[in-house]
Antibody, heavy 112, light 112 residues
Framework: QVQLKESGPGLVQPSQTLSLTCTVS????????VHWVRQPPGKGLEWMGV???????DYNSALKPRLSISRDTSKSQVFLTMNSLQTEDTGIYYC??????WGQGVMVTVSS | DVVMTQTPVSLSLAIGQPASISCKSS???????????LNWILQRPGQSPKRLIY???KLYSEVPDRFSGSGSETEFTLKISRVEAEDLGVYYC?????????FGSGTKLEIK
């Protein structure tokens, strides 16, 4: 059974760094790609980036200067790191397998 | 970036009525592989998105056959032959032909 679960701090201060973990089960990270998508409150979806099964990454150019995606295949975990957070980064952050299987999402609030 | 334009913004339909949602892209979504990576997902209230249709018209196995997708190049349509109560939520089209992946702004389906 394919499952993904996001975890991380619910509250981040402005200008600080966000670190999220996506723990997967039911598939191997070396066989499938994992994407990150976020959703501001009451708004639509924004693709952030992907770590390919081979380990390479691609990012949304709007976020690229601040964003990094990595993984630990031994732990079946994918990591998202984004720095210089601002209030507009508030939202639900989802990891998903090729936009087919989605995690439940984690709410991140950027506030002092 | 490819802009995805969805209409209408919202629909209010009685159970048993048909539904139609349009999705238009600013560029052709026909890829060099000959495939068109236009997909549909549904986000029910308070839930993460769920997959519906891939490559314009292919239903995932768990999706009821009252759903159908059609279109080509830059114009696409999602249809529900007879709306059921479980169909309520926000429908998004998204394209995977060009990077970055981009989403439509969503169509909210309400049940009268």
């Amino acid at each position: 059974q394919v499952q993904l679960k996001e975890s991380g701090p619910g509250l981040v201060q402005p200008s600080q760094t966000l670190s999220l973990t996506c723990t997967v089960s039911g598939f191997s990270l070396t066989s499938y790609n994992v994407h990150w998508v976020r959703q501001p409150p009451g708004k639509g979806l924004e693709w952030m980036g992907v770590i390919w099964s081979g380990g390479n990454t691609d990012y949304n150019s709007a976020l690229k200067p601040r964003l990094s995606i990595s993984r630990d295949t031994s732990k079946s975990q994918v990591f998202l790191t984004m720095n210089s957070l601002q209030t507009e980064d508030t939202g639900i952050y989802y990891c998903n397998r090729n936009l087919n299987y989605w995690g439940q999402g984690v709410m991140v609030t950027v506030s002092s | 970036d490819v802009v995805m334009t969805q209409t209408p913004v919202s629909l209010s339909l009685a159970i048993g009525q048909p539904a139609s949602i349009s999705c238009k892209s600013s560029q052709s979504l026909l890829g060099t592989s000959g495939k068109t990576f236009l997909n549909w997902i549904l986000q029910r209230p308070g839930q993460s998105p769920k997959r519906l249709i891939y490559q314009v018209s292919k239903l995932y196995s768990e999706v009821p056959d009252r759903f159908s997708g059609s279109g080509s190049e830059t114009e696409f349509t999602l249809k529900i032959s007879r709306v059921e109560a479980e169909d309520l939520g926000v429908y998004y089209c998204w394209q995977g032909t060009h990077f970055p992946l981009t989403f439509g702004s969503g169509t909210k389906l309400e049940i009268k």
